[in-house]
């Protein structure tokens, strides 16, 4: 079946550093969603990447979908506090009905 | 809207019970996910709805299992017998216009099985 893959598994950033978190998925996707769950929350949803190639940016966020549409990456620049969190792509097969959750990026954030 | 409403928030049971975990979506959404959490396994797809029929249920872990979507504005999750190995957060959400858009996700319900 479908997986989906993240890697980090966990990132400890300072305040102000850079972060990316990799997605990977073992077939080919529709599209492809990001959430962000805070600790002890519920998955929030971000953005959603449809075209092969799209780059879409939320203010410090920015998302990318590859060419093959089979990988995404998310962003963030000069992290902050708020940005703890765990976070998930999430993506769909063609014509499928199934939103496969990626096993996620937890970062945390120091001061 | 009040989103994606799940009772009980937090459900603690015995070995053995029943467990009954609820969900109303927001409404005008034809889509309904039941998901489970845990640290081994993440986000797991139990279940998926579209206009209350199941669609996909290829991931109930087993007979134990069972999701009922009478109507457009409630579901529920069934375990019984419950056991230890499914303590977890389960999720609720839903979507408009089929699976393909933004899921609304519910604050959860934590389950203990002692």
């Known amino acids: 079946g479908q997986q989906v893959m993240q890697i980090p598994q966990y990132q400890h950033v300072q305040e102000g550093e850079d972060f990316t978190t990799y997605c990977n998925s073992s077939?080919?996707?529709?599209?492809i969603q990001w959430y962000k769950q805070r600790p002890g929350g519920h998955p929030v949803f971000l953005i959603q990447?449809?075209?092969?190639?799209e780059v879409k940016k939320q203010k410090r966020l920015t998302f990318q979908f590859g060419e093959a549409k089979k990988n995404s990456s998310l962003h963030i620049t000069a992290t902050q506090t708020t940005d703890v969190g765990t976070y998930f792509c999430?993506?769909?097969?063609?014509?499928?009905?199934?939103?496969?959750f990626g096993t996620g990026t937890q970062l945390k954030v120091e001061l | 809207d009040a989103g994606v409403i799940q009772s009980p928030r937090h459900e603690v049971t015995e070995m053995g019970q029943e467990v009954t975990l609820r969900c109303k979506p927001i409404?005008?959404?034809?889509?309904l996910f039941w998901y489970r959490q845990t640290m081994m396994r993440g986000l797991e797809l139990l279940i998926y709805?579209?206009?209350?029929?199941?669609?996909?249920d290829s991931g109930m872990p087993e007979d134990r299992f069972s999701a009922k979507m009478p109507n457009a504005s409630f579901s529920t999750l069934k375990i019984q017998p419950s056991e230890p190995r499914d303590s977890a957060v389960y999720f609720c959400?839903?979507?408009?216009?089929?699976?393909?858009?933004?899921?609304?996700f519910g604050q959860g319900t934590r389950l203990t099985v002692v």
């Open positions: 409404s005008g959404h034809n889509s």
């Open positions: 077939t080919t996707l529709s599209n």
């Open positions: 999430a993506g769909f097969t063609g014509g499928g009905n199934k939103l496969t």
């Open positions: 709805f579209n206009n209350n029929v199941p669609i996909d």
């Open positions: 990447l449809v075209k092969s190639g």
């Open positions: 959400a839903s979507s408009s216009q089929g699976a393909e858009t933004e899921a609304f």
